[in-house]
């Protein structure tokens, strides 16, 4: 898929837009408070890997996550600053690598003045961050609704407050809860600059509703070529966020790949414990780097042929099991050896 041009942005270590690798994103939830729980919940991203962190700094004393992060992890860190521009001076003076705000919410025109100018100076991006649940009265009693173009109209507002500063290393976000709302508003916004986006759909929910909702906001615009960085917001561990994030994309084919794994869905004809089997073959692939897919098929009879495109795969057949590459069988294993045997072929890939 053709991915729209935007600007490159550097975010510490990491470049995005530009035709860059899509950045995954997640942010901390440990109580701003605890620096402790804070540097252990930063490490755990950095190893799922997540490429952009984004903490919280809800007032004075939160500053200090930012040292303390940034000396634990290599990862480019983010400041979440709501209100008081004295905060995003502060976590700038800090370290951080990017700054999420919206200028229209932290005073008036000499304040966003400071806080260009200061980031400016530090070489460091601003993510203006759009929320369908805080916009401007004004725009909110024009559309009556957190409508997409809502959304755009107080985007491009922002924006341009930070250019009438001279400031223009910005990056944009427009979430909404509403994942239709949210798909339109990053098509308009997409028809209406050239600047970094930053997709998430917003409040998406637990687990298996949020996976969901992302899946289908993310995963339209990246088809569609548009998107940049991307978070998958869930009521959870944010780790689980990161894991979520990197099966969207490697479901859609795009950056690092690592094992794919096909099964198919069961029916009447499977004669082994299939989803048990593909359960473990996908536990125990997770965080390979090969870009391989691997297929983990019921019926030895349909198998091969229906996943004939898979580097390797194993079809179940009475008390055994078919191990086929690219659709050709290899041999036939004892269905206590499928798994050993699969996981020797795979490393043998």
Do not use: W
């Not at 798909?183 to 600047?195: K, N, T």
């Not at 390797?312 to 050709?328: N, P, Q, S, T, Y």
């Amino acid at each position: 898929m053709e991915r729209k041009k935007t600007r490159t942005l550097q975010i510490g270590s990491v470049k995005i837009g530009g035709g860059e690798e899509i950045a995954v994103q997640s942010m901390l939830c440990a109580p701003a408070a605890d620096v402790e729980a804070n540097v252990e919940q930063a490490k755990r991203l950095f190893a799922a890997g997540c490429d952009i962190i984004r903490v919280a700094v809800p007032d004075r004393e939160s500053v200090r996550l930012i040292g303390a992060i940034k000396a634990a992890v290599p990862t480019p860190l983010v400041a979440d600053i709501h209100f008081d521009h004295r905060l995003a001076l502060a976590a700038v003076e800090a370290g951080v690598d990017k700054v999420r705000i919206n200028p229209g919410n932290i005073g008036g025109r000499e304040r966003v003045q400071a806080v260009a100018d200061a980031c400016k100076a530090h070489g460091v991006p601003i993510r203006i961050g759009v929320n369908g649940g805080s916009l401007e009265k004004e725009i909110l009693q024009k559309y009556g609704a957190p409508t997409a173009p809502a959304l755009v109209e107080s985007a491009l507002y922002h924006i341009s407050l930070l250019e009438e500063c001279g400031f223009a290393d910005i990056a944009i976000s427009l979430k909404s809860s509403s994942v239709p709302t949210m798909i339109e508003a990053y098509r308009l916004m997409s028809q209406r600059c050239d600047y970094p986006l930053h997709l998430g759909v917003t409040e998406a929910g637990t687990e298996r509703m949020g996976l969901i909702k992302s899946a289908v906001g993310i995963g339209s615009l990246l088809c569609d070529g548009i998107g940049d960085t991307i978070r998958v917001s869930l009521t959870d561990d944010p780790v689980k966020e990161v894991r979520a994030a990197r099966d969207i994309l490697k479901a859609l084919g795009i950056g690092k790949q690592g094992v794919r794994v096909v099964s198919c869905p069961t029916c009447g004809r499977t004669q082994i414990d299939l989803i048990s089997l593909a359960k473990e073959v996908d536990r125990l692939v997770e965080g390979m780097e090969k870009d391989i897919t691997v297929a983990v098929m019921g019926c030895a009879v349909n198998g091969p042929g229906e996943a004939r495109e898979a580097d390797i795969g194993v079809a179940g057949g009475d008390g055994c099991g078919l191990l086929f590459r690219k659709g050709e069988i290899l041999r036939k294993v004892p269905e206590d050896q499928i798994l050993p045997a699969l996981m020797e072929e795979i490393e043998r890939l």
